[in-house]
């Protein structure tokens, strides 16, 4: 049996994950999704999502050390697993045998 793919929004999650490198943890995940995809998304949304993938074992993550301002706090930070890798690829596989032989848009008919 085929490994589950990633959901639509786990996929943008890697995405940026694996797209932000050593920089990514929570808040500049949010930040590139709303950059790129044009839409708000939620902060909460965006750490249950990456709970849920760390649990699959496609991210892992790390605590930084705290920042150096007084009361200063510790990041986690994530990254992409190559099982991380492996679903988006397999997600963006599957995505494309769909649009395989559609007609374009403005071909389409008009149900």
């Known amino acids: 049996m085929a490994p589950t ?3 639509d929004f786990e996929q943008q999650v ?3 994950v694996w797209r932000l490198g050593d920089d990514a943890y929570g808040t500049t ?3 590139e999704l709303e950059a790129r ?3 708000v998304v939620a902060q909460g949304a965006i750490y249950t999502t990456l709970v849920r993938l760390e649990k699959k074992g496609l991210v892992g993550s790390a605590m930084s050390d705290p920042t150096p301002v007084r009361g ?3 990041k986690r930070f994530f990254r992409i ?3 991380g890798v492996q679903g988006v690829q397999a997600a963006r596989s599957a ?3 769909l649009w395989d032989g559609l ?3 403005s071909e389409a008919s008009g149900r």
Do not use: F, N, Q, Y
């Open 5 to 7: 793919l990633p959901s």
């Open 14 to 16: 890697l995405l940026a």
């Open 29 to 31: 995940v949010r930040d």
């Open 37 to 39: 995809i044009g839409r």
């Open 72 to 74: 200063g706090k510790a």
């Open 81 to 83: 697993t190559p099982e």
């Open 95 to 97: 995505m494309d045998r």
């Open 103 to 105: 007609p374009e848009a």
